[in-house]
């Protein structure tokens, strides 16, 4: 076992459960950075900082709810002198691929006088199964605008192998590394993908980004994730992000996962079945 303890934020998130588990598996030392935490830690508080940081040689930084909400590069810019402060040498930054507003937080990492690695990312292919998306899988019906758009998903476990390596081996310093998926395919054949793994009925619907607000906000979803959303579906779902990169390839040597193979893997979990 490693003495070099990782700070993991975001730890209980759809990456940093993934960089957590992968780490202890692998012996290393590490610190989860969440609210529940034995030692709490929440990117509001910045009281809370100085304890998780604490001891810590390195951290993956996976900023919530996103590096393109307002005040970010503050928040981050403290973040990195806090941990510059505590003797931490090394973070990895979850960045957003396609994000202008991601690009200044990305400086401040790369300015910050500690080693860096990047890795830019943007649909994940878990927001079917694990996030905002979830809940239209099960309903039989996945409603959301742009699905014309082809987008490249990201597994989530390729995020967390590119940033368990960046965190723990050499040769990852000074790296941008932009993950996507093989193949780029729209929201649409997503969903068909998913239905035909599952052996469901699911429909999408293409819908407004007007009446795509509505639908969240009687759905009770917090005003804040809808305002992300919106975002994200207004603007970097344009078309920006349809090209693949080889992110995946350079960090691991391996193809990237494809989203075929996460509707069977995932469908084979039962988690888009319907109960009752």
Same mark, same amino acid.
């Given at each position: 076992m490693t003495?070099?303890l990782?700070?993991?934020?975001?730890?209980?998130g759809k990456?940093?459960?993934r960089?957590?588990?992968r780490?202890?598996?692998?012996g /290393?030392?590490? *610190?989860i950075?969440?609210?529940s935490a034995e030692?709490?830690f929440?990117?509001?508080?910045?009281g809370t900082w #100085?304890?998780?940081?604490?001891?810590? /040689?390195? &951290?993956?930084?996976a +900023?919530?709810p996103? @590096?393109?909400?307002?005040? %970010?590069?503050?928040?981050?810019?403290?973040?990195?002198?806090?941990?510059?402060?505590? $003797?931490?040498?090394?973070?990895?930054?979850l960045?957003g *691929?396609?994000?202008?507003e991601?690009?200044e937080?990305?400086?401040?990492v790369?300015?910050?006088?500690?080693?860096?690695?990047?890795v830019?990312c943007?649909?994940f292919a878990?927001?079917?199964?694990e996030?905002?998306?979830?809940?239209?899988?099960?309903?039989?019906?996945?409603? @959301?605008?742009?699905?014309?758009?082809?987008? #490249?998903f990201? /597994?989530a476990?390729?995020?967390?192998?590119v940033?368990?390596?960046a965190?723990t081996?050499?040769? /990852?310093?000074g790296?941008?590394? !932009? @993950?996507?998926? #093989?193949?780029a395919?729209?929201?649409a054949?997503?969903v068909?993908?998913?239905a035909? &793994?599952?052996?469901?009925?699911?429909a999408f619907?293409?819908v407004?980004?007007t009446?795509?607000?509505? %639908?969240?906000?009687? +759905?009770?979803? #917090?005003?804040?994730?809808?305002?992300?959303?919106? +975002?994200?579906?207004?603007?970097?779902?344009?078309? *920006?992000?349809?090209?693949?990169a080889d $992110?995946?390839?350079?960090?691991?040597g391996r193809?990237?996962?494809?989203?075929?193979?996460?509707? *069977? !893997?995932?469908? &084979?979990?039962?988690?888009?079945?319907?109960?009752?």
């Amino acid at each position: 076992m490693t003495n070099n303890l990782i700070l993991v934020t975001g730890g209980t998130g759809k990456t940093g459960s993934r960089v957590a588990t992968r780490l202890a598996q692998a012996g /290393h030392s590490i *610190r989860i950075g969440s609210r529940s935490a034995e030692i709490p830690f929440s990117w509001d508080d910045r009281g809370t900082w #100085p304890a998780a940081l604490a001891g810590v /040689h390195a &951290a993956y930084v996976a +900023y919530q709810p996103d @590096l393109a909400v307002p005040g %970010a590069p503050e928040t981050l810019r403290a973040f990195a002198a806090a941990a510059k402060q505590s $003797g931490l040498r090394k973070l990895v930054l979850l960045s957003g *691929r396609g994000e202008p507003e991601a690009v200044e937080c990305e400086e401040i990492v790369q300015e910050s006088g500690l080693d860096w690695t990047i890795v830019r990312c943007s649909f994940f292919a878990q927001n079917f199964s694990e996030g905002a998306f979830t809940d239209y899988v099960l309903a039989g019906e996945v409603a @959301l605008p742009n699905g014309d758009v082809p987008e #490249p998903f990201v /597994h989530a476990d390729d995020i967390a192998d590119v940033a368990v390596r960046a965190l723990t081996e050499d040769g /990852h310093q000074g790296e941008v590394y !932009e @993950l996507t998926g #093989p193949r780029a395919l729209t929201f649409a054949a997503a969903v068909a993908e998913i239905a035909e &793994a599952t052996g469901r009925e699911i429909a999408f619907i293409p819908v407004s980004r007007t009446d795509f607000v509505a %639908a969240l906000t009687d +759905y009770q979803v #917090p005003a804040d994730v809808v305002s992300l959303l919106d +975002y994200l579906f207004g603007t970097i779902l344009d078309g *920006r992000n349809s090209k693949t990169a080889d $992110g995946v390839r350079r960090a691991l040597g391996r193809e990237p996962k494809d989203f075929t193979e996460y509707a *069977r !893997e995932t469908a &084979a979990t039962g988690i888009w079945n319907i109960q009752g």
